[in-house]
């Protein structure tokens, strides 16, 4: 999708019979004028025109003659002549409404208070009282500043502040709003978000059983199995029973077992991986001519959750079965929390019969917690579900075949991200029109191995006069701690390009509205936090919780700035690791992760790429948005302290 108006250019020529050029603010000599606007553009174009001025054609109009355009909602703070084009208020949040699953609760309280501090209440209870305080200090910068914003809002059509904003808490009322009814709320979106990236459109708040689908077997005839289930993937790693079978070159590399040595290449630390062929701590695939390889048997900390996508998980009473290799003795059975695919068709029609699809194409879901004292060790893992199918002569039960888990202690390590360096590829098109000025920011959430959720650390970047090429320094710990279940960390970047006083409108404002969006947070996250084990449990490991964490709060910004901030965003990515995900990624026990490509909500193409790895790991993050024509850099640390 392009912006609004990608392009926006004046183009000068003496010859109107010739192809115009660029000229950056210049008209070439000549008599003859002609002035042309090439706009490629999606959304509403506006162009105001100045009258003639009273002494003639010749004399240009005076700044007093001509009328002040009227302003265009979510420009709160005038842009400042001479610079780049602003996506519009409305292209912007169209990126959130396309792609944002569920309506935010903070974005929502904080219009919610804005509104009744706008309206002259007095503040409900403490923590309207904290928010009032940082509103008290904007109208003192910016008169009328508020009101826009909230013009801004209420100009929104209802469906699109309705997927943006939590309809709950703006149908509330308009009385304050207490922190519980706010985390009770957060807490209902948290799970929403979690069965929507969990499951996708099969979301399962609560449980709900697949299909019982029949097994024949292969040899003697096809007789009848049972309804056999069966594990195709182990938090998310392919397994060897996924069927249809896959050949040695079929897995990824991040499915194998690896060995890595650290070396040094081209001055950077990197280690040398190769596939384990024997010895296999798991399961091992032969290919042709005697050649094999070891499957990975995925590490999980004491006290996580693994998640499992199979065949034949029908009834919501399954257990799963852990039984520790020698020379562990452990054999323990824990409760399941079972999605079933409800999709996926029983039968397709194969030549001219009905048979059942019982294969890998069926994705049956189902969670379970490692119990949190549970010696480490490799454990055997399978499914047990009980037949309630009502067929006779079956089995009372029906077990998997066996997958692997390596249980590892729970981690105490100190670990640290960082960030190092912000390089502008290229800068916002065009540029020819001036530099760019980019502010950075980095908000990092801490989840603790307790399931409690830390307070929001914010770090901030501001750097004026940047074209394509240039380097700065963020050379700044972002996050440092022990104790963690997981980290997030939003990071979002916005191209302002505006006067020095805009600039620190602008800041100013942001800064006052991160500021209620910390107090929020702090208000909520106790409670909130007694409802993530449960989330944990149903939908997967700890660090799925740092997910949805990072989310809401990357959400929050960009829809709180669309409303009135002439800046564009050029930077936007959401970093959520579990302590597991850590402890990997500064061990040189494990290869670097294989690069990664996404797009956000805010229609940012992300590209991850790793830089080098032993027990420091550093990655590039690359950032680049089709609405400006931008490409910015981020190179990030991540350390093990102790």
């Not at 996926?344 to 030549?351: F, V």
């Amino acid at each position: 999708m392009t912006r609004e108006m990608d392009l926006l250019s004046r183009k000068y020529t003496d010859r109107p019979d010739k192809e115009p050029k660029h000229h950056k603010g210049k008209r070439p000599p000549g008599d003859g004028c002609t002035i042309i606007f090439n706009v490629d553009s999606k959304g509403t174009i506006n162009i105001y025109n100045c009258p003639p001025s009273p002494e003639g054609p010749s004399k240009p109009p005076s700044p007093g003659d001509c009328p002040p355009p009227p302003r265009p909602p979510g420009a709160c703070i005038p842009v400042a002549p001479g610079s780049k084009h602003k996506s519009s208020m409305q292209a912007k949040l169209q990126h959130l409404v396309d792609n944002n699953p569920v309506p935010s609760v903070i974005a929502a309280t904080i219009m919610h208070q804005l509104r009744r501090y706008q309206q002259g209440r007095e503040p409900g209870n403490a923590l309207e009282a904290s928010v009032f305080e940082v509103l008290d200090s904007v109208p003192n910068q910016s008169p009328g500043f508020l009101s826009c914003v909230q013009e801004s809002f209420d100009n929104l059509p209802t469906g699109v502040r309705d997927q943006i904003f939590s309809p709950d808490i703006l149908g509330s009322g308009d009385q304050a709003l207490s922190e519980e009814f706010i985390a009770d709320l957060f807490i209902q979106e948290l799970e929403a978000r979690a069965a929507d990236l969990v499951l996708g459109e099969e979301a399962c708040v609560e449980e709900a059983p697949g299909l019982p689908r029949p097994v024949y077997s292969i040899i003697n005839g096809g007789n009848f199995l049972g309804f056999l289930p069966k594990i195709c993937r182990v938090n998310g790693l392919r397994t060897v029973y996924f069927d249809p079978p896959l050949t040695i070159g079929d897995y990824l590399p991040e499915e194998l077992e690896q060995v890595c040595t650290p070396e040094v290449q081209d001055g950077e630390v990197k280690l040398n991986c190769e596939v384990k062929t024997d010895n296999c701590t798991g399961h091992q695939v032969f290919g042709p001519e005697g050649t094999s390889v070891c499957l990975r048997v995925p590490e999980v900390s004491a006290g996580d959750t693994v998640v499992l996508e199979g065949v034949n998980f029908f009834n919501i009473d399954a257990k799963v079965r852990l039984r520790a290799r020698p020379p562990g003795t452990a054999n323990v059975e824990v409760d399941a929390f079972v999605c079933g695919d409800r999709e996926t068709p029983a039968t397709e029609t194969k030549n001219g019969q009905e048979v059942p699809i019982n294969d890998c194409r069926v994705h049956d879901r189902l969670t379970f917690q490692v119990p949190a004292d549970l010696p480490v060790g490799l454990y055997e893992v399978r499914v047990v579900v009980p037949n309630n199918t009502g067929v006779e002569n079956t089995d009372p039960e029906f077990v998997s075949n066996e997958i692997f888990i390596n249980v590892l202690p729970p981690s105490t390590a100190v670990f640290q991200i960082a960030s190092e360096k912000l390089v502008a590829e290229a800068e916002t098109s065009p540029s020819w029109w001036g530099s760019d000025e980019v502010g950075l920011r980095f908000l990092a959430v801490p989840l603790f191995s307790d399931l409690t959720m830390g307070s929001i650390n914010e770090v901030n970047f501001r750097f004026g006069d940047v074209d394509s090429g240039d380097e700065r320094d963020i050379s700044r710990v972002l996050i440092q701690d022990s104790g963690l279940a997981g980290v997030s960390i939003a990071v979002v970047g916005f191209e302002v390009d505006s006067e020095d006083a805009f600039e620190k409108q602008i800041d100013s404002f942001t800064d006052a509205f991160i500021d209620i969006l910390k107090r929020v947070w702090d208000a909520i996250k106790e409670e909130a936090s007694s409802a993530v084990g449960g989330i944990v449990k149903k939908f997967g490991v700890k660090g799925l919780i740092a997910v949805l964490i990072v989310a809401v709060v990357v959400i929050v910004i960009i829809a709180i700035v669309a409303l009135w901030a002439p800046a564009d965003l050029i930077i936007e990515d959401t970093i959520a690791l579990s302590a597991l995900d850590l402890a990997m990624l500064t061990s040189a026990n494990f290869p670097a992760p294989a690069e990664q490509q996404y797009t956000t909500n805010g229609e940012i193409d992300v590209t991850v790429v790793p830089v080098s790895k032993d027990v420091q790991y550093r990655e590039r993050r690359e950032y680049v948005s089709d609405d400006e024509d931008s490409e910015y850099h981020i190179i990030l640390r991540y350390n093990r302290l102790s």
